[in-house]
T-cell receptor, first 117, second 116 residues
Framework: AQTVTQSQPEMSVQEAETVTLSCTYD???????LFWYKQPPSRQMILVIR??????QNATENRFSVNFQKAAKSFSLKISDSQLGDAAMYFC??????????????FGTGTRLKVLA | EAQVTQNPRYLITVTGKKLTVTCSQN?????MSWYRQDPGLGLRQIYY???????DKGDVPEGYKVSRKEKRNFPLILESPSPNQTSLYFC???????????????FGEGSRLTVL
């Protein structure tokens, strides 16, 4: 069974600085998708960034980028130029390719990010 | 506006009183699923549905039921709620298959359930 591990329950970053959130996963599948979701105090789940496992190029969305290391099964999120609005709970998530016949999404336990002014 | 709508958003009930949390999406998504979020445990999948009349268990299905009679609706039923089902519940939907692309989830706003 697949697992997703976020080993940092909480992290802090100074405004305008860079922070990296860690995520590791375990799977025997070769094709899958990885996501980072953000949950601000409003509780709404917001997609931050996504990565296809077969693509070696790391995904980037404005100030958010990932470091995807398939062999190491690592999927970290880097937030550059941190802003107060980035303060939230961040969840790493794994999804099998639909062709696998498995349609479960597996989430990590989350990392709470605090941004200090 | 594309959205996933859950109701109620907040509910306090008592042990054993059946309740239903409704979920509706207007994006014509085939895939719908339910999650519960508990402190320190992240989101755990309860049930999911690939299409109408097709449902399957997630990781924590005990004490819950679902049905998918229409593509847009996927209600979560607690037949006899217990205090350990006190949680924050999310419904989510996505496209699937080749047209699904990444298949990222679109979430509802969450339903806070308290069982006394």
């Amino acid at each position: 069974a697949q697992t997703v591990t976020q080993s940092q329950p909480e992290m802090s970053v100074q405004e305008a600085e860079t922070v990296t959130l860690s995520c590791t996963y375990d799977t025997s599948e070769s094709d899958y998708y990885l996501f980072w979701y953000k949950q601000p105090p409003s509780r709404q789940m917001i997609l931050v960034i996504r990565q296809e496992a077969y693509k070696q190029q790391n995904a980037t969305e404005n100030r958010f980028s990932v470091n995807f290391q398939k062999a190491a099964k690592s999927f970290s999120l880097k937030i550059s130029d941190s802003q107060l609005g980035d303060a939230a709970m961040y969840f790493c998530a794994y999804r099998s390719a639909f062709t696998s016949g498995t349609y479960k999404y597996i989430f990590g336990t989350g990392t709470r990010l605090k941004v200090l002014a | 506006e594309a959205q996933v709508t859950q109701n109620p958003r907040y509910l306090i009930t008592v042990t054993g009183k059946k309740l239903t949390v409704t979920c509706s999406q207007n994006m014509n998504h085939e895939y719908m699923s339910w999650y519960r979020q508990d402190p320190g445990l992240g989101l755990r999948q309860i049930y999911y549905s690939m299409n109408v009349e097709v449902t399957d268990k997630g990781d924590v299905p005990e004490g819950y039921k679902v049905s998918r009679k229409e593509k847009r609706n996927f209600p979560l039923i607690l037949e006899s709620p217990s205090p350990n089902q006190t949680s924050l519940y999310f419904c989510a939907s996505s496209l699937r298959g080749l047209a699904g692309g990444f298949g990222e989830l679109f979430f509802g706003e969450g339903s806070r359930l308290t069982v006394l």
